[in-house]
């Protein structure tokens, strides 16, 4: 078993940044970052796994940076140029997957997931 805990949620006006942190507790090769806005299903946002290879929803892309602190087993989610579309609820996922799953809607190839933080971005 993996727990996985998020951080560093909150409020924030649009063109602005957050930093979300995922500490797992334990070492797990493809960790990632969902999110569920309201009235729509949660979809895929960034992962990272055992090689290193990053991948980004179109959405996000050029405005969020996911890195992996090996030492600290602990993921994170950079957030510039936010949008109020960008209003969600941010869950840190993980599988012991060499290479990550990169489905968008793909929740059930994940196994662990995290309690989720909040991020509301208004204009």
């Known amino acids: 078993q993996v727990q996985l805990v998020e951080s560093g949620g909150g409020s924030v006006q649009a063109g602005g940044s957050l930093r979300l942190s995922c500490a797992a507790s334990?070492?797990?090769?493809?960790m990632g970052w969902f999110r569920r806005a309201p009235g729509k299903a949660r979809e895929r946002i960034a992962t990272?796994?055992?090689?290193?290879?990053?991948n980004y929803a179109d959405a996000v892309k050029g405005r969020f940076t996911i890195s992996h602190d090996n030492a600290k087993n602990t993921l994170h989610l950079l957030m510039n140029s936010l949008k109020p579309e960008d209003t969600a609820m941010y869950y840190c996922?993980?599988?012991?997957?060499?290479?990550?799953?990169?489905?968008?809607?793909?929740?059930?190839?994940?196994?662990?997931w995290g309690q989720g933080t909040q991020v509301t971005v208004s204009s």
């Open positions: 996922a993980a599988t012991s997957y060499r290479t990550c799953p990169l489905r968008i809607y793909g929740t059930h190839d994940y196994d662990y």
């Open positions: 990272i796994d055992y090689y290193a290879s990053i």
């Open positions: 334990h070492y797990i090769a493809c």
